[in-house]
């Protein structure tokens, strides 16, 4: 039996139909107010509840041999990101289970003080390794289904807006390819208990995606390019307002002012561990817009 936090996540989903195409058994840990109708669909066991209890989690834990920790914070990442996977780890402990596959970040590692989720998940990396359990810790550089919803803009009006330095390089990962490295992390003997970085096969510049919009369209793109100080006064002005989305804009602004990418050799290591041949950004994105 696998657990999978974020269940309905863009990764969690993926994670889900694979392992229930492979007749695995899955728990689906999904909130009430998410929508699961797909994964109850597919064969998962639903289990509706709420990670900041730990009895809810102490519940869905048990008679699990697998933990894939797949959700997300948005804004609370003390309490989601932290607090939420050291008690998936605590019971993880608790209940013998014989592998643990944690989604970090590209970049947990590199000490960014104002990104409160970078600052969580690193703790929580410290601590899976410190554990005693087999892991697997994946960091994933951007993932290319958070593009669907601009390459759908683009498609519509021609405009990309982007903030900050256009030459940034970036190593996109297909989602697809994310989930499928997730599953296969638990029998992968060469992912127990690593760190891997994982990224798309390309190193591309930040307006590289634009233009690749623009071939996918047959239309040439327009880019907006903002500087990034435009976001350190919304930063400042919603510290007023609200603190907690002004640590959420901390981690925002840290993506954006700093590079995010796998170097050749990381991705020719993650290629000859999971045995297969990552996607780039653009085929992922014209089989889903089916172009």
Not at 91 to 119: C, M
Not at 156 to 170: A, E, F, V, W
Not at 264 to 278: G, T
């Amino acid at each position: 039996m696998f657990l999978i936090t974020g269940a309905t996540g863009g990764i969690g989903r993926r994670v889900v139909r694979l392992l229930r195409r492979q007749e695995q058994s899955v728990r689906a840990f999904v909130r009430l107010t998410s929508r699961y109708s797909e994964l109850e669909h597919r064969g998962a066991e639903i289990f509706i509840g709420d990670l900041l209890e730990e009895r809810d989690i102490q519940k869905a834990s048990r008679g699990v041999k697998y933990i894939i920790s797949a959700h997300g914070s948005n804004s609370d990442a003390l309490s989601l990101d932290y607090r939420a996977n050291i008690e998936l780890i605590d019971q993880a402990k608790a209940n013998g289970v014989e592998h643990f596959v944690f989604i970090s970040v590209l970049g947990a590692d590199r000490g960014y003080e104002d990104a409160p989720v970078f600052k969580a998940k690193r703790a929580v990396e410290r601590y899976l390794a410190a554990s005693g359990l087999n892991y697997t810790i994946l960091r994933p550089s951007g993932l290319a289904s958070n593009l669907l919803p601009l390459v759908e803009q683009f498609r519509q009006t021609g405009l990309y807006l982007l903030i900050g330095d256009r030459k940034n390089r970036t190593s996109i990962v297909s989602t697809d390819d994310l989930a499928r490295i997730v599953v296969d992390s638990v029998t992968v003997e060469g992912a127990r208990n690593q760190i891997l970085p994982i990224g798309g096969p390309e190193i591309l510049l930040r307006e590289d995606i634009p233009r690749i919009f623009g071939r996918i369209f047959n239309k040439q793109p327009v880019i907006i390019n903002s500087p990034l100080f435009a976001v350190d006064g919304l930063q400042s002005a919603l510290g007023l307002i609200n603190p907690q989305i002004q640590k959420a804009l901390g981690t925002y602004r840290t993506l954006l002012a700093n590079e995010f990418f796998c170097t050749k050799d990381e991705i020719a290591n993650l290629e000859a561990i999971y045995n297969f041949k990552l996607e780039t950004l653009e085929s992922f994105l014209r089989r889903y817009l089916a172009v």
